[in-house]
């Protein structure tokens, strides 16, 4: 079926060091790989997104990786910084359908 | 250029009423998609418009959800009669060409609380 698993649906790293999360999606003809940032009370806000047609991209502090193989792709924040402290969502486009299925969230906290 | 804007913000509704949503989309954007995010978990996908027709209503819970765009300009949700279940955050999204092609742009959603 249609599916994106994401982990860990908590993160909490001391201000400055690095954040992962981690997806993993069903389609294997999936192409297109948003990332979508939400604050407290805001709506989700495009943050980076990869096509299949390369491997990573970066974007200053915010790069993302994807493993066609395996069929999943990450999301890499360096630096962070307060305002980094969101929840983060990734998506993948199902291409037989085309829509986007979004994972479950995580929630980055960023001690001081 | 505005977003996408939804209203109400806020809706507190009893277990079998009618609560109506409505969304505007970015202007010029033929694709619409309404989605729903339940307290800690996914976004889930409901439905996509491509201008007044119903692409994928894939995502539709059961025949008390029925979505709506006339005219192919703003949509409406109609949720009747309403469950404790159907309590969450409705977004709407809005994107000009297909979703590979062009990225989402979201409203800031609606907060359903059904009691």
């Known amino acids: 079926g249609e599916n994106v698993e994401q982990h860990p649906s908590t993160l909490s790293v001391q201000e400055g060091d690095s954040a992962v999360i981690k997806c993993t999606y069903s389609?294997?003809?999936?192409?297109?790989f948003p990332w979508y940032k939400q604050e407290l009370g805001k709506r989700p806000q495009l943050i980076i997104d990869?096509?299949?047609?390369?491997g990573e991209k970066k974007d200053q502090r915010i790069a993302v990786t994807l493993n066609k193989t395996a069929k999943h792709f990450s999301l890499h924040i360096t630096e962070t910084q307060p305002e980094d402290s969101a929840v983060y969502f990734c998506?993948?486009?199902?291409?037989?359908?085309?829509?986007?299925?979004f994972g479950s969230g995580t929630r980055l906290s960023i001690r001081p | 250029e505005a977003g996408v804007t939804q209203f109400p913000s806020h809706s507190v509704i009893e277990k079998g009423q009618t609560v109506t949503l409505r969304c505007d989309p970015i202007?010029?954007?033929?694709?619409l998609y309404w989605y729903r995010r339940v307290m800690g978990k996914e976004i889930k996908f409901l439905l996509h418009?491509?201008?007044?027709?119903?692409?994928?209503e894939s995502g539709m819970p059961n025949n008390r959800f029925l979505a709506e765009r006339t005219g192919g300009t703003y949509s409406t949700l109609k949720v009747q009669p309403a469950e404790l279940e159907d309590s969450g955050v409705y977004f709407c999204?809005?994107?000009?060409?297909?979703?590979?092609?062009?990225?989402?742009?979201f409203g800031n959603g609606t907060r359903l609380t059904v009691t």
């Open positions: 999204a809005s994107s000009q060409e297909g979703s590979y092609n062009s990225p989402l742009h």
């Open positions: 389609d294997s003809a999936s192409n297109y």
């Open positions: 990869i096509r299949s047609n390369v």
């Open positions: 998506a993948a486009l199902f291409h037989s359908a085309s829509k986007i299925i």
């Open positions: 202007s010029g954007h033929d694709n």
């Open positions: 418009f491509v201008k007044e027709s119903k692409q994928d």
